[in-house]
Every structure is written in structure tokens, then in C-alpha cells.
């Protein structure tokens, strides 16, 4: 890949440098010392990824990441001293259109370079998730959806990837303590800052945000998240818990294994949403739940950051609904109703 890196710092834009190119496979095209040269440089020579930074002059990593993402948009990999020590402007320039973020690398007095292999890692992973996709196999497109099993929704399934912090809070701080039903919610976010994460967003809604920790029956007004490089899934008793199988998913957790899950073992109706992201992560996923009778809304193009996992459902006719951003909680409210209510219904 030809890759863009953006950090002030000499020794930290050298250490990735040489992370980057010592087996061959990636070429690195520019190196910038700040957001405004970074924003210039990708509109005029468009790397595959940019490494960015996230403190530095001028512009700092999460500003440069959103005109990035307006003007000359590319995949783009956080990469800050320290992730948990900058969990809130990580968690921003995700919303901005970030795909992920890791530590920077570490250049040692005898040249090793520490934190390599994690870096190389996320880049294999990015890689990916670029790739052109493949188009949708025919025998899924389309079909006749299941009547939904109750009009009333006893559990709300979400999911999203870049621009999905900022998304799940906009639709999540329109709901009070007393939202009648839970709502599980798959960010793609590493595993070592997922706990961050749920911190992040608790001090964005008055719901009650947890981590899975362990199988837990999901409560009404509850948000939960994954915590775990596991699966979050549903079980055969209803409760929330992990799974480690599914080796076909690129994704740990998934929003497909997670939707799939709730096709299978919730006993009501839920209603699935799928945000903003790149990849497919959670179409066929939704389209299993449109077919089960769950009721089913994608982001619409223009409200999202990254328009690739909602059209990959809106191409694989999962959508029930395509509704933008601000309309979403609206629609979730009108089709609640609490557990106590639908076991009279």
C-alpha cells in the first residue's frame, strides 16, 4: 500500500518509516508534521492510508482526519503515543471517519522498534477492509421478508464502525434512563481500549452504558458493549455473553455474528440498526433478521462517514428502512415497548 505518515515528532514519524517499508510490502509516499501539510498532501497525492497522529501544531490529528474525510477521503489509522491516555480525541476522530487506532511504535537505541508487529497488524487489517468489494452473490438479494413477529420491539441490536461513536451518541442521548428496552451495540474499536470506549460514551447519554463482562441477561435502559476480542452474542437463554467461534468473520466482535445470534435466540422482536462504516460487517447479518420478521434500518448515505457497511445493506435489500441519522431515534421510540408490556401483548 502507499501510505502517508503524519506525526511532528521526527523519531516517531522515522520509527513508523521504518516499520512500515522493512519487508517491502508498503511504500511510504510522504511524511507530514502536521494536519494542514497532511490535508494538502492527500488532496494532491491520495495515499491508501494515512498513519496519523493525533497532538501536534497547527491542526491537530482529529481535524485533519474530518477535511480528510470531506475532501480527498482515504483510509486513515490513528496512531498516538499513548490510545488510552487520548481515549476522547481517539473516540473523535473515529466519529470523524478514523478506521481504528494504535500506539505508535517505539524506536529503540539498537534499532528495534517496539510496537511493530501491533502496528503491522492494523495495517493488514485496513488493507482489507479497502480492497474493492466483491459484488453481492445474486441468491441473496431481494426476497420476500417475514411478516414481522410483533410490531412492538423488545430489543434494540446495534452496530457501526468508522463514524460510529458520534452516530451511537446522537441516536443514544435522544433516549432517558426510563427507555423500556435494552439496546446492545457492536463499535468496532480494539479490544484494549473497548472499556474507554464505554466510558466515552456513558459521558455522552444519560442511559446506563456497561461492558459485557459475564452472560448477563440484557436490562430495559441499558446500553451494552463488548469489552472482550470475542463475539458479543445472544444465547440460548436470552442473556448477552461472548463467543469465540464463527471463524469466517473478519470482525471480533461482529455485527453479523451478533445479529445472527439474535435471529436465533431472542425470544421477540427486535429492531437492528446499522451505522456508518467501511466494509459489509453486519449486512448479511440484517438481512438474516429482516427474514425472521425483526424490523431493520440502515443509515442513509448522506448523514454517514463512511457510507459502506449501510449500503451493503441497502444493496442486499436487509434495510427495511433507510432513514438518516437525526430521524433514527425517533423511529426506535415510535416501535418500543418494555418486556412486562409485550409478555401481555
Not at 476522530?93 to 522498534?113: F, R, W
Not at 436490562?219 to 476480542?229: K, L, N, Q, S, W
Not at 471463524?247 to 421477540?268: A, E, K, M, Q
Request: aromatic share 6%; with cysteine.
Amino acid at each position: 500500500m502507499k501510505i502517508g505518515i503524519v506525526n511532528d515528532v521526527m523519531m516517531s514519524a522515522e520509527a513508523l518509516r521504518r516499520a512500515v517499508t522493512a519487508d517491502g510490502a508498503h511504500e511510504v509516499i510522504w511524511v507530514a508534521d502536521n494536519g494542514r501539510v497532511a490535508v494538502e498532501r492527500c488532496r494532491i497525492q491520495r495515499p491508501d492510508l494515512v498513519l496519523m497522529d493525533l497532538i501536534m501544531p497547527e491542526m491537530d490529528g482529529v481535524e485533519a482526519t474530518r477535511q480528510i474525510m470531506a475532501h480527498a477521503p482515504c483510509a486513515i489509522l490513528i496512531v498516538t503515543a499513548s490510545v488510552e491516555e487520548h481515549a476522547a480525541q481517539v473516540f473523535a476522530a473515529i466519529s470523524a471517519g478514523a478506521l481504528d487506532a494504535t500506539n505508535t511504535p517505539i524506536l529503540g537505541p539498537a534499532g528495534t522498534n517496539e510496537g511493530r508487529a501491533a502496528l503491522l497488524q492494523k495495517i493488514r487489517f485496513l488493507e482489507y477492509l479497502i480492497r474493492p468489494a466483491s459484488p453481492p452473490r445474486s441468491g441473496l438479494l431481494g426476497g420476500p421478508a417475514a411478516p414481522h413477529l410483533n410490531p412492538n420491539v423488545t430489543l434494540v441490536a446495534m452496530g457501526a464502525s468508522s463514524g460510529g461513536p458520534s452516530a451511537l451518541a446522537e441516536i443514544l442521548r435522544q433516549f432517558d434512563r426510563n427507555f423500556s428496552v435494552p439496546i446492545v451495540a457492536v463499535q468496532h474499536v480494539d479490544a484494549q481500549f473497548a472499556r474507554e470506549f464505554a466510558a466515552w460514551l456513558s459521558g455522552q447519554v444519560t442511559l446506563h452504558v456497561t461492558t459485557v463482562q459475564d452472560p448477563v441477561v440484557p436490562r430495559p435502559g441499558t446500553v451494552y458493549v463488548a469489552e472482550r476480542d470475542s463475539h458479543l452474542v445472544v444465547d440460548a437463554q436470552g442473556r448477552l455473553t461472548y463467543a469465540n467461534g464463527h471463524p469466517n468473520s473478519f470482525y471480533r466482535p461482529s455485527v453479523d455474528v451478533l445479529f445472527d445470534s439474535v435471529r436465533t435466540h431472542w425470544r421477540g422482536t427486535c429492531l437492528g440498526v446499522l451505522l456508518t462504516g467501511m466494509g459489509r460487517d453486519g449486512a448479511s447479518g440484517m438481512l438474516n433478521l429482516r427474514r425472521g420478521g425483526h424490523i431493520t434500518v440502515a443509515q442513509d448515505q448522506k448523514s454517514s462517514a463512511v457510507y459502506g457497511m449501510p449500503k451493503a445493506a441497502a444493496e442486499l435489500g436487509a434495510a427495511e428502512y433507510i432513514l438518516p441519522l437525526r430521524d433514527i431515534a425517533a423511529f426506535i421510540s415510535a416501535r418500543i415497548v418494555s418486556p412486562r408490556q409485550a409478555g401481555a401483548v
